[in-house]
């Protein structure tokens, strides 16, 4: 891509990317994993070409499914040949920016980070920075015993890093200064757990809700299935759906009703919301939004584009229309999809 191509408008911007794999849904809708991995990477790669960063909290374990590695390879790709020489060589190159909550960054090697230092940034939050008191924080050692107080505090912590995400953080480091991480300007959603997922609420529910609230950009390709099929289908419908009580989560995710119970026993830390407090929210954030989407949204298409782009199953129509959508609205420069 030569230096005229490659608009600056969203250079040292963050835009945040939920997706995760839901075999079942996919292949329910004539789709596969490489369906979906395609998706992304034509997403990815003109955002990272622009300066762009991407936060994605994926894990690190080399699955399949996994589409952290992707990522990184795409990126590691691009800043190579960036280096190469010529017109573009001093051009930046957007990193991935890999939020991570305790326990999980616990399986990030120091060798994995070395490895990936050049293209990806790991944010690792803590048990301490979403309010849990010193005398209340689970030792690194006992991350796997299983206890009440490990679950809580895993929950909270998870839920406390998807809110820090969505505000910026500012992270001290020792002898140098301190580091500013900027929220993201816009999310993309697809796919995601809304059974057997970890945490107060489906993954996708609350980082769609925390991105409402901050009036950002929200890019919902409910086509492919998962928790964004059902955000879709709320932001389409009428009424409430049962996906959005508790009774709903509790009968298929016991972890839900078990959470409920630790929060009486424990104290919740300020801006960590209970399972009922985080579905009343969303449903409240997608009633006035029924009547004009595409303004609720942000997404910088009409009207009918946005409900399209609701309800697509077309990997290069959905890539196109949520290129369109960061035109409008971020200065991405427009490509074909």
């Given at each position: 891509?030569?230096r005229?191509?490659?608009?600056?408008?969203?250079?040292?911007?963050?835009?945040?990317?939920?997706?995760s794999?839901?075999?079942?849904h996919?292949?329910?809708?004539?789709?596969?994993?490489?369906?979906?991995?395609?998706?992304?990477?034509?997403?990815?790669?003109?955002?990272v070409?622009?300066?762009?960063?991407?936060?994605?909290?994926?894990?690190?374990?080399?699955t399949?499914?996994?589409?952290?590695?992707d990522?990184?390879r795409?990126?590691s790709s691009?800043?190579e040949?960036?280096?190469?020489?010529?017109?573009d060589?001093?051009?930046?190159?957007?990193?991935?920016?890999?939020?991570?909550?305790?326990?999980?960054?616990?399986?990030?090697?120091?060798?994995?980070?070395a490895?990936?230092?050049?293209?990806?940034?790991?944010?690792?939050?803590?048990?301490?920075d979403?309010?849990?008191?010193?005398?209340?924080?689970?030792?690194?050692?006992?991350?796997?015993?299983?206890s009440?107080?490990t679950?809580?505090?895993?929950?909270?912590t998870l839920?406390?890093?998807?809110r820090?995400?969505?505000?910026?953080?500012?992270?001290?480091?020792?002898?140098?200064?301190?580091?500013?991480?900027?929220?993201?300007?816009?999310?993309?959603?697809?796919?995601?757990?809304?059974?057997?997922?970890?945490?107060?609420?489906?993954?996708?529910?609350?980082?769609?809700?925390?991105?409402?609230?901050?009036k950002?950009?929200?890019?919902?390709?409910?086509?492919?299935?998962?928790?964004?099929?059902?955000?879709?289908?709320?932001?389409?419908?009428?009424?409430?759906?049962?996906?959005f009580?508790?009774?709903?989560?509790?009968?298929?995710?016991?972890e839900?009703?078990?959470?409920a119970?630790?929060?009486?026993?424990?104290n919740?830390?300020?801006?960590?919301?209970?399972?009922t407090?985080?579905l009343?929210?969303?449903?409240?954030?997608?009633?006035?939004?029924?009547?004009?989407?595409?303004?609720?949204?942000?997404?910088?298409?009409?009207?009918?584009?946005?409900?399209?782009?609701?309800?697509?199953?077309?990997?290069?129509?959905?890539v196109?229309?949520?290129?369109?959508?960061?035109?409008?609205?971020?200065?991405?420069?427009?490509?074909p999809?």
């Open positions: 891509m030569s005229r191509h490659r608009s600056r408008a969203i250079a040292d911007q963050v835009i945040a990317l939920s997706v794999y839901q075999r079942a996919l292949l329910a809708r004539g789709l596969g994993l490489e369906h979906l991995r395609e998706l992304l990477m034509r997403l990815a790669r003109p955002l070409r622009q300066g762009a960063s991407l936060a994605y909290g994926g894990h690190w374990r080399e399949e499914d996994n589409f952290t590695y990522l990184l795409l990126t691009e800043q040949d960036n280096s190469f020489g010529g017109a060589t001093d051009l930046k190159i957007g990193r991935i920016i890999n939020h991570s909550a305790w326990p999980n960054y616990l399986e990030v090697s120091a060798d994995i980070e490895r990936w230092i050049n293209c990806c940034r790991i944010i690792r939050v803590k048990q301490n979403v309010g849990i008191p010193e005398a209340h924080v689970v030792a690194d050692a006992d991350a796997k015993n299983g009440d107080r679950l809580f505090n895993a929950a909270v839920s406390g890093m998807r820090l995400t969505v505000t910026g953080m500012s992270i001290p480091i020792p002898d140098v200064g301190t580091e500013t991480v900027p929220p993201p300007v816009a999310r993309v959603i697809l796919g995601g757990k809304v059974i057997g997922y970890s945490g107060f609420l489906p993954g996708i529910f609350e980082e769609a809700l925390l991105t409402l609230e901050a950002s950009p929200l890019y919902v390709l409910g086509g492919f299935g998962g928790a964004s099929e059902v955000l879709s289908r709320a932001l389409l419908g009428t009424g409430r759906l049962p996906e009580t508790q009774e709903w989560h509790q009968e298929r995710t016991p839900v009703a078990k959470l119970s630790l929060s009486a026993q424990f919740l830390p300020p801006q960590v919301r209970t399972t407090a985080s009343d929210a969303l449903h409240a954030c997608i009633l006035p939004a029924r009547g004009n989407l595409s303004a609720a949204l942000k997404t910088g298409l009409s009207e009918p584009e946005t409900h399209e782009l609701l309800q697509i199953r077309d990997v290069g129509r959905a196109q229309l949520v290129r369109k959508g960061l035109a409008a609205q971020l200065g991405l420069q427009s490509l999809a």
